[in-house]
Every structure is written in structure tokens, then in C-alpha cells.
């Protein structure tokens, strides 16, 4: 089993839609998560943390589930620019300290 | 610049021979990580380091690859006898020693064996 497990999609929704991805980690000493965006043949880059309270951030929401181990994020209103791969990471604690892990992503397309 | 840099942004190769990839962290972040993205693939973690130590090498493909990081600063990574399957995008991220910190990445190095 993967340590952290998200749908590989792609998800393919039209513009102003709400899409709705998930991810589950396996290590329950998991203390802190977030997600990526990666655009085509670009680097990773934080889209937003993600607090146990939930989060919003705009047309974004992410949400944490420690009992179940899983993360939400909801994008709301989807825009073209909103294509993208969406990588759920996670720091996970190990001997002597954490290590970070993320997901194989999810990959959204936003159409006209 | 203050963020992660790498070098060579290019790089191309013939089968056989050996490379090196570097990474200038963000000053101060302690942890460095390697990863290797194939086309229209995710992220494959290879390596870490905590200040000059690897904790976890798991994710080197064979013995070919190696890195090493010194003053807890600038890492290399290095492909010995280079094939074509290594050909990919190899990106370096680094975060301070907080669990509740983010990685940042750097551009990456693009690898062709040819």
C-alpha cells in the first residue's frame, strides 16, 4: 500500500464546476499536510496547508480527516487556469525526525 | 536568488557516460530532497538528506546513482554509465527542520541519454 494514495484521475470538468479530490495517508504519526499544484513540465508548487480546522483560501477549500487519515481539497467555480496535476503531501513522522511524502496526483481539466 | 536553484537546466548525454546534478538549497533549510519525474509521470522519491546525513536512500534506482551533500549546503546528485531509461526531469526541494514546513523546489535538471 502506497504511504499516501490519491485518484490518478484525470478529472474533466467544465468551467465554473465544483470538483472534489481526495487522499489518503497510511502513517498515523502523519502531523502536517498540503497540497501542490504542478502545472505541465513545471516544478511543484504549495497550493495551500492544510489545518485540521479546514481551510479556505478563495475558491479553495481543504479539509483534514485524522480519524479517517484522509484530505479534502474543493475547488469551487473551476477556471481554465485551474488545469493542473493536484499533489497531496504529507510529513509523516520517522526515527530521528519526519519525512515528507506526496502523492502521485490527481489531474484536473478545466474545458470551455 | 532566494530559492532553490539547479544546475545544469539541460542536460543531454550519451549513453555511458557520467553525470552530475546539482542543488543550491534555500539558506538554511536543513532537509534536501531528489526526486525523478518521468514525462506525464509523478514524483519518485530517490533520496534525503538531514544536514549531510541520507537517512533514507530507499529510492535510488541501482547502484549507478549515488549523492552526496557537504556543509549541510549544496548536494549532488550523480548518474554513473548513464541509459536511456534515466532520462527525466530530476528536481531537488528543501525545507527547514519544521514538521509543519513546506518543501520548495527547485526549476530541476532535464536528462537525456542518448
Known amino acids: 500500500r502506497k504511504e499516501v494514495e490519491q485518484d490518478p484521475g484525470p478529472f474533466n470538468v467544465p468551467e465554473g464546476a465544483t470538483v472534489a479530490f481526495n487522499c489518503t495517508y497510511s502513517n498515523s504519526a502523519s502531523q502536517s499536510f498540503f497540497w501542490y499544484r504542478q502545472d505541465c513540465r513545471k516544478e511543484p508548487k504549495l497550493l495551500m496547508s492544510?489545518?485540521?480546522s479546514g481551510n479556505e483560501d478563495g475558491r479553495f477549500t481543504a479539509q483534514l480527516n485524522r480519524a479517517s487519515q484522509y484530505i479534502s481539497l474543493l475547488i469551487r467555480d473551476s477556471k481554465l487556469s485551474d488545469s493542473a496535476t493536484y499533489l497531496c503531501v504529507v510529513n509523516a513522522g520517522n526515527t530521528g525526525g519526519f519525512k515528507t511524502i506526496f502523492g502521485a496526483g490527481t489531474r484536473l481539466f478545466v474545458k470551455a | 536568488g532566494a530559492g532553490v536553484s539547479q544546475s545544469p537546466s539541460n542536460k543531454v548525454t550519451e549513453k555511458g557516460k557520467d553525470v552530475e546534478l546539482r542543488c543550491d538549497p534555500i539558506s538554511g533549510h536543513t532537509a534536501l530532497y531528489w526526486y525523478r519525474q518521468s514525462l506525464g509521470q509523478g514524483l519518485e522519491f530517490l533520496i534525503y538528506?538531514?544536514?549531510?546525513?541520507?537517512?533514507?536512500k530507499s529510492g535510488l534506482p541501482s547502484d549507478r546513482f549515488s549523492a552526496e551533500r557537504t556543509g549541510g549546503s549544496v548536494s549532488t546528485l550523480t548518474i554513473q554509465r548513464t541509459q536511456q531509461e534515466d532520462s527525466a526531469v530530476y528536481l531537488c526541494a528543501t525545507q527547514t527542520s519544521y514538521m509543519t514546513d513546506t518543501q520548495y523546489f527547485g526549476p530541476g535538471t532535464r536528462l537525456t541519454v542518448l
Open positions: 538528506f538531514q544536514g549531510n546525513s541520507a537517512p533514507d
Open positions: 492544510v489545518y485540521s
